[in-house]
């Protein structure tokens, strides 16, 4: 067994360069093992709690696409107040549209977005207040549209918060400040082709932000995919014990 030698020239800034690849190793959860490592930091993130501090590491892992870390992230509580003790900042709903940018259409998961859509709810409540805080821009705007399913209508969760969204900064209004004019049309104009059944989304957002992901794909922890296996094994062992039944069949007599 080969020994590695220690490395003496070890500093606090190395030490911690190591420790935070590490880290990212574990949430790029490409291994089984990542994954489980994952879902046992956010159950500990979990029993923590929020807060302004920690804040930054609770987005990142809500930036894995991973359910599993996810559920283990927002355990018991509901995904649309999981962000609701901390006060939003531009920081926080810079990286809320970047992940609402990054994920396709149908790619997302479903706490997940509503974790993202409890966030901008509250900010834009009241449109200005919000703007105040984040400036959209159109490409925000679509990042958030993108996400709307004309099949499920307006009565779908999710369908519901994004056009109330829509609907507020819909309303935004200063004369002299053409890109805040800009904003309050577009998001009137996404609200209006969800609507109208003579326009498709596609009228108003760009179609390759559309392009929709029917089935995301994503590492399962060893347990879960041990057992898949397991069942798998077993029904193919349970197939080939199975009797032939055609064997098992007296032979036809003839007729006298």
């Known amino acids: ?15 911690l360069e190591t420790e935070t690849r590490l880290l990212q190793g574990i949430f790029g959860c490409r291994t089984s093992e990542a994954v489980e490592a994952a879902i046992t930091y956010g159950k ?30 927002i355990g018991e509580r509901d995904p649309f107040l999981l962000l609701s003790p901390v006060q939003p900042n531009k920081h926080i709903l810079k990286r809320i549209f970047g992940m609402l940018t990054r994920w396709h259409k149908g790619g997302i998961y479903s706490k997940s977005l509503s974790t993202i859509l409890g966030v901008l709810q509250s900010v834009y409540s009241s449109p200005k207040d919000g703007y105040r805080i984040y400036p959209l821009t ?3 705007l679509n990042a958030l549209g993108k996400h709307l399913d004309k099949k499920t209508g307006q009565d779908d969760p999710g369908n519901r918060v994004i056009l109330e969204v829509l609907d507020k900064i819909a309303d935004l209004e200063s004369p002299g400040v053409p890109e805040m004019e ?19 989304m596609e009228d108003v957002i760009p179609p390759v932000l559309l392009v929709t992901i ?38 036809a007599r003839g007729k006298k």
């Open 1 to 15: 067994m080969a020994i590695v030698e220690s490395n003496e020239n070890w500093t606090e800034e190395r030490i």
């Open 44 to 73: 500990f993130l979990s029993t923590v709690g929020i807060t302004p501090e920690n804040c930054p590491v609770f987005l990142r892992i809500l930036e894995i696409e991973n359910h599993w870390v996810i559920d283990a992230l």
């Open 138 to 140: 159109i490409a925000d």
């Open 182 to 200: 800009g904003v309050a049309i577009h998001a009137g104009a996404i609200r209006n082709a969800f609507f109208d059944n003579r326009k498709n």
């Open 214 to 251: 029917e089935d995301r794909v994503e590492i399962s922890p060893r347990e879960i995919r041990v057992s898949g296996e397991k069942k798998a094994a077993a029904a193919s062992t349970a197939d080939e014990e199975k009797p032939d039944k055609d064997a098992a069949k007296p032979a």
